[in-house]
């Protein structure tokens, strides 16, 4: 399950330094050469419309090292930030989300789980539990008005989504109030109307209200610019189901026995100490959170409010482990993962694919690869289907010793309003969005 590929003909690693550079300004002026290099000059690079437009590094600027790091504009006065909703297609009208409400949930879902993020081949599909869209929409602090949705003014349908949460994310020394943009959705049968612009418009005219001028993202596709290009990587726990559903295939000479015993796991984890998350852990936990993430040049700047509603397990939404040394008490290593399904298109034996992905993870005294083995461990317990895991932060010096293997997708990361001249490598990133 990959988060979708950029899609052919955008430049990911190669941007054009000047892609807006005049293809008729060469003195050679043939019909024929003209022809030639505007068409050199259209597929060399993606025109981006709407982006182009926005405060965000663009691919002209990069490798422009006059530029200075951090915010592209000002905030502007609040008195000057428009008052009313950005204007849709007259079909369509804004709603705000009540995720309290249990049928507004229940709507959304029904959005996603039929509108939301494929993977290239179109055999799976997010289907984020209507739990876990409560658990991300309603942290500390968050504001009601940035759970956005279009309805359909004729059927009242919900035909589109965006939400935003609050966050505090350190740049380097800088801490920046920021939204975390996500689940930006366009019912299949609307795309291609240039819909998303307008919707992400309007989150920001919304985020601007509440006096905040920078965003975090992330998206399968590229975009100007990403400030890193992640990989997804998966760990087999359900091999013969991975295999039938099309996730995964069975390797060169590998028999089905062979591939199942490859990937068998203990049945409980191996360090003493190791066990659940617990309310009377939330300070511990967030002083080794703060000190572990401090090293990575954009991190979340968690407090214990935070990790309490991010950290805390919440059943079949995020569960975290914490290593006790038996001897002293201390809390020296934690470990967590979110749940997030994807429905199986299609398959005639199955219908739901359980994926566990990794979030935080701190080691101070366990090794790292000891306690994401142990994490693996319980996630097998508790019948997931595959462990995934970004390359972030150290999650490089587990991957493939712990049996990981890279996906086929890339996940890029983008700030809004706000310029990383040189992108980070993924190990510089602590950061970890739904
Ligand atoms: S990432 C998950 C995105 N969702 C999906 O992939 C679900 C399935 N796909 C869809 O629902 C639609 O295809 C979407 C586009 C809605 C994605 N991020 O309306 P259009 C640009 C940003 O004709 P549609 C997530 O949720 C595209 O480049 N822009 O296209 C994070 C083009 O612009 P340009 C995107 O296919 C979202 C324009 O939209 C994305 O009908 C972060 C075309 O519009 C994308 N994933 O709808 C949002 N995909 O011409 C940004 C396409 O310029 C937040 N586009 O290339 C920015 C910060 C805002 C807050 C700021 C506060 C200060």
Redesign the pocket.
Known sequence: MT??NPPPGSSKENPDPNPEANPFSNDDSSLESIVRRFQDSMSSV???????T?PVGQFKDVGDTSLPDGSIELPTPLSEVKQEPYNLPSPYEWTTCDMDSEETCTEVYILLKN????DDENLFRFNYSKEFLRWALRPPGYYKSWHIGVRAKASKKLV?F?T?VPARIRVRNEIVK??E??????HKK????????V??KE??RR??LEN????A?????V?PTPITTCQYWHRSLNPKKLIEVGFSRLGARMTMSRTIKLYKLPDSPVTPGFRKMELRDVSAVTRLLRNYLSQFVVSPDFDENDVQHWLLPTEDVVDSYLVESPETHDITDFCSFYTLPSSILGNQNYSILKAAYSYYNVSTKTPLLQLMNDALIVANRKDFDVFNALDVMHNESFLKELKFGPGDGQLHY?L??YRIRNALRPSELGLVLL
């Not at 509108?115 to 494929?118: A, I």
């Open positions: 988060d979708g993606k025109r981006h419309k709407f982006w182009e926005q509108n939301y993020v494929e589109a965006i935003g920021m939204a943009i996500n689940f930006l959705c366009v609307l795309r291609s109307k240039r819909l998303a612009p919707m992400i989150v920001t985020v601007h905040i001028w920078q965003a993202y992330t998206a399968g596709v975009l983008y809004y309003n």
